[in-house]
């Protein structure tokens, strides 16, 4: 339910919030519906607004879905950093490097993440859109990547470590595809713990 404006809200803020509703309700369209189906007036109906008011931010499909790909990618990159601050505050050890593992994990299985796959998938026969998307990914992977490791609190200049890292945000990336068609949270919550403990052994190996 869209909540009620406030009586006086200035127009540039009611555009804006139009636009935020727009921008979360495709993401909501593409994640539960699929591509197909996240048209302009599916997306229009799911934030509250007319067809006509959603135009008149995005008066193509093509720039909804760009603009909504651009919010996907700035969300992940802030959700990314509040869950690395939150980390930091865990003690160091084998604890922390599984709630490390954790985050990482959950963040390939939200909304978000099902909302990009579908671009994803749309953009493999769709040049134009796939050279949009390449550049924003490769960014919020190595963005991903540094957060990762100072969360974990390793020397990423190691090799090995390098690798070790990117492996957890691969292994968390394939979890997140395999529970998209299937609740795969079981056999998911325990492999994040074999894999927690055994990048933990490996990265303090590094150290010794």
């Known amino acids: ?8 809200e200035p127009k540039q803020d009611r555009s804006r919030a139009t ?5 979360e309700a495709t993401i909501d369209c593409l994640a539960e519906l699929g591509w197909a189906a996240a048209t302009v007036a599916v997306v229009a109906e799911r934030a509250g607004v007319s067809r006509g008011a959603a135009q008149h931010h995005f008066p193509t499909r093509e720039e909804l879905i ?4 651009e919010y996907m990618f700035d969300t992940r990159i802030v959700q990314s950093r509040t869950e690395a601050a939150t980390l930091g505050a ?9 709630a490390v593992v954790v985050s990482l994990v959950e963040s390939y299985t939200g909304t978000i993440f099902k909302a990009a796959l ?5 953009a493999a026969a769709d040049p134009a859109l796939r050279e949009r998307i390449v550049p924003l990914e490769a960014h919020f992977g190595r963005v991903s990547h540094r957060m990762a490791v100072a969360a ?5 200049s ?6 070790l890292v990117q492996a957890t945000l691969d292994l968390a ?4 595809l395999a529970d998209v068609l299937t609740d795969d949270s079981a056999r998911r919550k325990a492999i994040v713990a074999q894999w927690a403990t055994t990048l933990h052994e490996a990265l303090r190996a590094r150290t010794v």
């Open 118 to 122: 579908q671009v994803w998938t749309h």
């Open 152 to 156: 974990l609190g390793v020397d990423d």
């Open 1 to 8: 339910m869209v909540a009620p404006r406030e009586p006086h």
């Open 66 to 69: 760009t603009a909504a790909l």
């Open 173 to 176: 990336r394939g979890l997140g």
């Open 158 to 163: 190691d090799p090995v470590t390098h690798h």
């Open 90 to 98: 865990i003690a160091e050890g084998a604890d922390r490097t599984h």
């Open 19 to 23: 636009r935020q509703r727009l921008l």
